[in-house]
């Protein structure tokens, strides 16, 4: 059984930096797509980056494209999320989760989530 932990999260101000990480146990993510998603408050989940099985190609939706950076270390078995130039609407709870075998842009498809972690930017 897959399990993903996030962690890296905390309060950062305006303009700052945040690497999160995705740690995975209990089997291999070589053969999983990772996604990260995030979710504000009063507001939906949204699916904000996904990166390929086999350090593949790697996607982002608008609002961060520029500023993050996916990445992925199947030897660690761990993926990242590299967060650069932090605004405050990217406060939210951020999940990364797995699916087989490429990248979607539908949630639901997503098979293993982590618990989430807390990025806070302040204005």
């Known amino acids: 059984q897959l399990q993903l932990v996030e962690s890296g999260g905390g309060l950062v101000q305006v303009g700052g930096s945040l690497r999160l990480s995705c740690a995975a146990s209990?089997?291999?993510?070589?053969?999983?797509?990772i996604g990260w998603f995030r979710q504000a408050p009063g507001k939906e989940r949204e699916g904000i980056s996904c990166i390929s099985p086999s350090n593949g190609t790697r996607y982002y939706v608008d609002s961060v494209k520029g500023r993050f950076t996916i990445s992925r270390d199947n030897a660690k078995n761990t993926a990242y999320l590299r967060m650069n130039s932090l605004k405050p609407e990217d406060t939210a709870v951020y999940y990364c989760?797995?699916?087989?075998?490429?990248?979607?842009?539908?949630?639901?498809?997503?098979?293993?989530w982590g618990q989430g972690t807390q990025v806070t930017v302040s204005s």
């Open positions: 989760a797995a699916i087989i075998p490429i990248c979607s842009d539908h949630d639901q498809r997503y098979d293993y």
């Open positions: 209990g089997a291999t993510l070589d053969w999983y797509a």
